[in-house]
């Protein structure tokens, strides 16, 4: 993480300097890190907390944060030392375990419990695999988040292959069904990034208009299928003629354009 200087005013244009520059030293720290033993990690950036990977990093002053278990002791230390943030273009992905409450009645608690982990598990595992950070793990759902400091410039099409990889992950291609069935959503624009919290916990976080529609898409999508805006889509570089269709989303005034994309045994394709 950058060095940190306690009489430096951290304002927007330091926040959208950090969150986009996507510096290559920072992309390759990263890289080398996720393929560290083993998860959880830091969500942001990929540091192991557990296995051999976290006795290692422990010993380099990259433990898990006792503040936030989220993060390790150097991205905490920054983030808490550096609150602000700033509007950046940025990607997310909300990947949504269908028929949760059905599957809750069927299941004894214990049983919704490891179902549920092993989710976790699996969904946290590809988004790292793809540059991603966890945001947070919500009930039935797991959100992430891809910008240039994680994902670099190409964060789109970085989501869009986690949330195909997601439900791979889970079992859609498989002939005999999903694990678990999981719906994913996917929007990229605006939003504000940044640190928020007070002197008991603080935390990376992302906010506007394209988290929710990510998180609006994410309870929309059927099992076995990503819905991705058509912005997210553009950015991405998925190909122009894919069909299209709009879709109302709680809360929205107007309808928002998605393209549907589902796993098969071979690719993902429009539906």
Known sequence: MPSSNDTQTYDDEFWRD??????????RLRRLLRVLPHDPRCKLCAAPFGGPGGVVMR???????????????????????????AEINASFLFADVRGSTTLAERLSPADFHTLMQRFYAAA??????????????VGDEIVAFFFPLTSGPDHAAAAVRAGLAVLQATGHADPEGPWVPVGAGISSGTAWV?????????????LGDTVNIAARLG??????????TAEAAAAAGLDPDLVRRSVDLKGKSSSTEVVSLTVGAASATAV
């Open 18 to 27: 950090y969150l986009t520059r996507g510096d290559s030293k920072e992309l």
């Open 59 to 85: 010993a380099v002053g990259k433990g898990r944060a006792a503040e936030n278990p989220n993060l390790c002791n150097a991205c905490f230390a920054f983030i808490e030392k550096h609150h602000g943030g």
């Open 124 to 137: 946290a595992k590809v988004v790292i695999e793809h540059d991603g950070g966890i945001d947070k793990f």
């Open 194 to 206: 940044g640190a928020v919290g007070d002197q008991q916990k603080t935390d990376l976080t992302a």
């Open 219 to 228: 309870g929309l999508a059927r099992a076995g299928e990503v819905l991705v």
